[in-house]
């Protein structure tokens, strides 16, 4: 009488390791991809010609978007930092978004600023700005205080003010490496007309040595957690991320630094103030709104330029941010379900968002099924021990496998080479966090999952208020 | 001897202007950003500070700002030495009491006249031929 | 019996599913294993020869800072060259060469003439113009701009073949290397051969027309006439701006009649760059232009020329669709002293909600406001 439910549970195994072996293998051949894009923007970026872009004016200017909210202690160090980015023309537009601390009257002693004026387009809506402060010292800072509207609304703010052709989204947070922005650049420079999006690389600076708002010397984080982290971000950028762009299918650039074209994101409808992932939606938008529009366009994932944040080192803040990322992928793929497999929307369609699907929603959902039941096939004996080991090697040894590929590739890639022992670290990282750290990430994704589902059925009731042009 | 100060983050260029200030009797502290340029030049008090444009840690506009502010550095006299070449940078250096600035490329023989020049003391008997025909 | 026989055929065939089964699993299994072992052992021997590369390194920068000394004292005085030519060891070049790409940018006059003579006699040249024929195209890209720096008939020469490479960035290389040592013979010749369209569309060919320019103003002057696609005329038109030469304002005027708006826009940057009088009247109606994009620009360059007779039809465009267009016509009001700053304020008050906006809030913005 057991029989039909035994050959239910053994279909679903088979379901199991069936895509199992199917998101191995796309993994392999995204580490191919990312091998190939490596190489050929490794050999490209060897001795870019970083002087002669430094001296020549053919560079776009960039306006850096730095939201701000209550980071009094960090914000003027920060923004030193970035004023002496080495790039000829940029200026910093650090928006205060209605921070409760002393943010503004920090920024406003430190810099000496006094309150001035600028015209503004309002070309993308948000909440009213109190003010606007400068200082003739440093004549590329310029200061907004505006009300509270969050992150999204606080850069749509800055990308109203910004004057210049090109934006880049930074976190206050992050560091960025001094010529991180002209070799960002080096894509709008070969491609000016089509190029709209660029990311770069984000690493974890925990270990690093950071001094007035630069890394120093390049560490490998001596805590698990961080470290774990560390590899995980390899393997996210290095490989993923490669091999979308290689695909033409990048759909994540990460808010914590990307370039876009100001007329583009414009025309897009800058960031969603509703959703929590507004740096994925934002490139998902611009996907379509150039779709659309029929409109030949590129975006690129260039590795070297390098942004350092860090890391949450508590299982608390970690699984707060990881159930949030979750919770803004699956918000842009449901807001943006029509691209789904939609050949009209090119390899991002076809491509980039069923990757996300597979892998990002139903992967952990089956991952963690996995999990549960095969042990307990294997207990109750419907399973061949075969299977069984199988499953398990699967699971972790080409889970190691594609952790040590990602170091591989880092190895490659470095123009900051890692030392010996330092590589060794990580190493250790990629393989232990396999056991342990690979299955609490995906319960957080589960636990974004559950969130989004129970939001979505109160849905209508999310308060929203209403936004003043200002 | 006097002795001068060279921040500068290229090994290369480093040891290039050190060679030439050596050449010609100087005596040189190397540092290679701008904070240790500031700790240096607090410790040694050089005769002169001679300043790269990017640097890490701390830029030279930034430590030529911090000299200033300083009551016992800012007699020392600054000669930025730097890439960027815009007029901004140029006139923003001069207004914060840099002696002299030399854009890159530039050309070793005309660091070393400005130096010199910059630490030759204006001899007092000797009146400005230029100044007095103006004046008549 | 048949039945029998297919049951015992199914049971058969059962048997050697399960034992295929079995044996793909133990594959699997295996596979995984090997992978992950592979890979461990992968990255050990980089780990391995990432020290072994360090500890290299440290050895080279040893030996590069001995031969950079060396070098510095050639440099004060030649006669110590031969020994130094004697005493290089084969390995020496490549740190030669590194020391010669880190130095030369940096210095310029007699100086790094020396320097760059001292490269040549030293084996530099010889190896870089060889490394032109090597396999791989980065590796000709990079001679290309090494070779740049040392003014030698034979570079040229070479150079001159390599604008014939199958690599469109080695040919962009080699442009650009001719362009920096002042031998391009002809501007439309160097431009056909980058005609590819990746190529054109990158702004580093922007920045080798506009060094060429001022030498090559009558070729391309010539090349407004010619049959070229629009890309290619905007690199023209935008060389000619940047020329600063006045000989090239009449057949930019002309070029207000093009078809393509990018050629329209370069035309009107290029003719504002050159500040001629004769610019405005064309201007007057650039400020119509059905590209907003070209309004805009005239708009900004009216503002820089500060030409007062221009205000009225400046005027008129504050009330322009596009919001670009507004701001660089209150923008260039504002420059225009006394005048711009009473019509502007006038402006502020006007019914017309964006006008009153954009003339305010440049009123603001420059500190022109009552």
């Known amino acids: ?428 990282g990629a393989v232990v966090e396999n056991f342990g750290y690979r299955q609490l990430n995906n319960y957080w994704r589960l636990m974004g999952f559950w969130q989004f589902m129970r939001d979505k059925q109160g849905w209508g009731a999310m308060p929203r208020a209403g936004f003043s042009r200002g | 001897m006097a002795d001068i100060l060279v921040a500068e983050d290229d090994p290369l260029m480093l040891r290039m202007i050190e060679f030439k200030l050596k050449q010609h009797g100087f005596l040189v502290r190397k540092a290679t950003n701008g904070e240790e340029a500031l700790n240096l030049a607090r410790a040694e008090k050089p005769a002169l500070i001679l300043l790269d444009g990017m640097m890490p840690i701390m830029d030279g506009f930034e430590t030529l700002r911090r000299l200033k502010e300083s009551p016992d550095l800012r007699a020392i006299p600054v000669v930025m030495l730097t890439l960027k070449g815009s007029e901004q940078d140029i006139v923003y250096s001069l207004n914060l009491g840099a002696a002299d600035y030399i854009v890159k490329p530039f050309h070793p023989g005309e660091l070393i006249a400005r130096i010199r020049k910059i630490l030759t003391p204006p001899s007092s008997g000797r009146e400005d031929p230029l100044r007095r025909s103006q004046i008549a | 019996m048949p039945l029998f026989r297919m049951q015992i055929l199914i049971l058969q065939l059962q048997t050697i599913l399960f034992q295929l089964q079995i044996f793909l699993l133990q594959v699997i299994s295996w596979l995984s294993f090997s992978l992950a072992m592979v890979s461990l052992a992968v990255i050990m021997g980089l780990i391995i020869r990432r020290a072994i590369l360090d500890h290299g390194k440290r050895l080279a920068a040893e030996r590069q800072n001995l031969l950079m000394d060396r070098m510095l004292a050639c440099l004060e005085d030649p006669g110590q060259l031969g020994t130094l030519k004697e005493q290089l060891r084969p390995d020496d070049q490549r740190l030669l060469l590194g020391l010669f790409e880190g130095m030369i940018p940096n210095l310029r006059g007699e100086y790094a003439q020396r320097l760059s003579d001292m490269m040549r006699t030293l084996g530099v040249m010889e190896n870089q113009i060889r490394e032109l024929q090597h396999r791989k195209w980065w590796r000709r890209a990079n001679a290309c701009k090494i070779l740049a720096w040392i003014r030698d008939p034979r570079v040229i020469e070479s150079l001159e073949k390599t604008m014939n490479d199958p690599n469109g960035d080695v040919r962009l290389e080699a442009a650009t290397a001719l362009v920096k040592l002042d031998a391009v013979r002809s501007p439309s010749l160097l431009l056909a051969k980058l005609a590819e369209a990746t190529l054109t569309r990158s702004l580093a060919l922007v920045d080798l027309c506009r060094t060429l320019g001022p030498s090559c103003v009558s070729e391309f002057i010539a090349m407004l006439d010619g049959d070229f696609p629009d890309r290619v005329m905007t690199l023209a038109v935008d060389a000619l701006g940047f020329s600063g030469d006045l000989r090239a304002v009449e057949p930019l005027l002309k070029l207000q009649q093009h078809s393509s708006a990018e050629v329209r826009f370069a035309a009107v940057q290029s003719l504002g760059a050159l500040g001629d009088p004769r610019a405005l009247a064309v201007f007057e109606k650039s400020l119509h232009d059905p590209a907003w994009e070209v309004r805009a620009q005239t708009a900004f360059w009216l503002g820089r020329l500060g030409a007062s007779e221009m205000l009225s039809p400046l005027q008129d465009r504050l009330d322009d669709d596009q919001w670009w267009v507004r701001y660089r016509a209150a923008e260039a009001l504002a420059a225009m002293g006394n005048a711009g700053a009473i019509a502007l304020r006038g402006f502020a008050e006007d019914v017309r909600p964006r006008v009153a906006e954009i003339a305010q809030g440049v009123l603001n913005e420059k500190g022109l406001a009552t």
């Open chain 1, 1 to 428: 009488m057991f029989a039909p439910i035994i050959d239910i549970i053994k279909l679903i195994n088979a379901v199991i390791f069936a895509l199992l072996i199917l998101q191995n293998a796309s993994y392999f051949v995204w580490l191919a991809l990312a091998y190939a894009e490596l190489r050929r923007s490794v050999r490209r970026e060897k001795k870019p010609n970083l002087w002669s872009m430094l001296t020549k004016d053919f560079t776009f200017s960039i306006s850096l978007l730095v939201p701000a909210h209550n980071e009094e202690t960090t914000v003027v160090e920060n923004v030193h930092s970035l004023l002496a980015l080495q790039y000829p023309d940029f200026e910093v537009v650090v928006v205060n978004d209605g921070s409760s601390d002393r943010t503004l009257e920090t920024l406003i002693e430190k810099f000496d600023l006094t309150k001035i004026h600028r015209a503004c387009q309002l070309a993308i809506p948000h909440r009213r700005i109190r003010g606007l402060y400068g200082n003739p010292r440093y004549p590329r800072l310029i200061v907004v205080d505006k009300e509270n509207g969050g992150k999204s609304d606080a850069l749509n703010a800055a990308i109203n003010l910004a004057r210049n052709p090109i934006v880049c989204s930074i976190d206050a947070d992050s560091v960025l490496d001094a010529d991180s922005l002209i070799r960002a650049m080096r894509p709008f420079v070969e491609e000016p007309e089509q190029m709209i999006a660029v990311g770069g690389t984000v690493r974890v600076a925990n270990g690093c040595t950071v001094k007035a708002g630069q890394v120093i010397q390049i560490m490998p984080p001596r805590q698990m957690l961080p470290l774990f982290q560390s590899v995980e971000y390899l393997r996210a950028f290095l490989i993923a991320r490669l091999a979308w762009s290689r695909l033409h299918a990048m759909l994540i650039i990460s808010g914590a630094f990307g370039l876009f074209k100001r007329n583009a994101v414009i025309q897009a409808g800058g960031y969603s103030t509703s959703t929590v992932g507004e740096d994925m939606e934002l490139v998902v938008k611009l996907h379509r709104s150039m779709r659309e529009k029929g409109i030949a366009y590129q975006m690129r994932y260039v590795p070297d330029p390098i942004c350092w944040t860090e890391a949450p080192d508590t299982l608390q803040v970690l699984q707060r941010q990881r159930t949030r990322w979750q919770r803004g992928l699956l918000e842009t793929l449901f807001k943006h379900r029509r691209m789904l497999f939609n050949p009209s929307y090119g390899p991002v369609g076809l491509v980039g968002m069923p990757n996300f699907l597979a892998f990002d929603v139903i992967g952990p959902l089956l991952e963690m099924t996995g999990y549960v039941l095969i042990p307990f096939c294997g207990v109750i004996g419907v399973l061949s021990y075969e299977f069984f080991i199988a499953y398990f090697m699967l699971t972790f040894a080409l889970g190691i496998c594609l952790s040590v590929g990602s170091l591989f590739l880092a190895e490659l890639s470095a123009h900051h080479s890692l030392k010996p022992k330092d590589l060794l670290l990580l190493t250790a």
